[in-house]
């Protein structure tokens, strides 16, 4: 008999719900596609799987809820529907729901849990409040929405296999890749704040930089949000030479290409970041992604 009729009715499930992981991100993100198709097949699977669930997530709280006509009561309800079958699903190991299955097997794969997806939904829960940022808020709201995630995809890369052959990890380097992990994540959300500046003020009513005013937004502004991205990206780059051989690339591609978005932020008046999205043009993702895998000393395929 076949290896593909061995498999359990579970791991059959467990394969239509991957299947399914993938084909929203491949729907979803670009940039991070790109990235991903430097993961060997493991962690691939593994972060995609992640990514899925913060997309889907994500649709309740910015997108496609809110367009098919629920109003915000509805999807809070929603979101919170989402986390409880979220946690159900790690409990259990089981979901009706494909993208959550997929997730919550990476959690017990890997032993993450609630310490990282409720911090998680709070932050998305947070964004259906109108009321504006506090300043002592934003910390844990990037830490919910951003820096969780990097911990989550983090523990993917640490996991290890009955056949793998993943680099022992002692608790001193765990700590500094856990600390590069929270900084990158946070890098990456607050450069797409400063790129979504327009739509999240004009669109959502929403200001993730409390004491700044985005209807006056100054090059001193630019510039002190700038200077924070990039010590975050300092951080990040530090443990890089940390992380396992097969994780590297990838994440060397995802740093550079944000590194990159910030040099172009610097470049670009403030007058038109409040008007426009800076994105890097897909030669540029290509050329970074090739660059990394050249400087990193993972591998060269």
């Keep these: ?37 430097l993961l060997e097949a493991e962690s691939r699977r593994r972060i995609r799987s992640v990514y899925a669930l913060v997309r889907v997530a994500d649709e309740i709280v910015d997108g496609a809820a809110a367009e098919a006509g629920l109003t915000l009561d509805e999807q809070l309800e929603v979101l ?34 609630t310490e990282l997806t409720r911090p998680f939904f709070a932050s998305m829960r947070r964004d259906l409040d109108s009321a504006p940022f506090a300043p002592e808020e934003i910390g844990p709201y990037i830490h919910g929405s951003a820096e969780v995630v990097g911990l989550m995809c983090l523990a993917t890369f640490l996991a290890t296999d009955a056949d793998d052959d993943a680099e022992a990890v002692d608790p001193g380097r765990r700590a500094r890749l856990e600390r590069g992990a929270i900084h990158l994540g946070a890098a990456f959300q607050k450069i797409n704040f400063l790129r979504d500046l327009a739509v999240d003020w ?27 991205i990039d010590r975050d990206l300092a951080i990040a780059e530090e443990a890089l030479p940390e992380l396992p051989r097969r994780a590297r690339n990838a994440v060397a591609a995802a740093h ?11 470049a670009t008046p403030a007058a038109e970041i409040i008007a426009t999205r800076i994105r890097v043009p897909d030669g540029e993702k290509f050329a970074i992604a090739v660059r990394s895998a050249l400087t990193t000393g993972g591998s060269r395929r």
Excluded at 202 to 228: C, H, M, Q, S, W
Aim: proline content about 2%.
């Design 1 to 37: 008999m076949s290896r593909r009729h061995d498999r359990t009715l579970l791991e059959r499930y467990a394969d239509a719900a991957e299947a399914s992981s993938a084909t929203v991100i491949a729907r979803y993100s670009t940039s991070f596609g790109a990235a991903a198709r």
């Design 80 to 113: 919170d529907g989402l986390e409880a079958e979220t946690e159900r699903a790690i409990a259990s190991g089981y979901s009706a729901n494909l993208v959550v299955h997929a997730f919550a097997g990476v959690a017990r794969e890997t032993g993450f849990g």
């Design 256 to 266: 550079g290409l944000f590194a990159s978005l910030s040099a172009r932020c610097r």
């Design 202 to 228: 004009r669109t959502l009513g929403r200001n993730y930089f409390p004491g700044v005013d985005p209807d006056a937004f100054t090059e001193a502004d630019k510039a002190a949000i700038l200077d924070d």
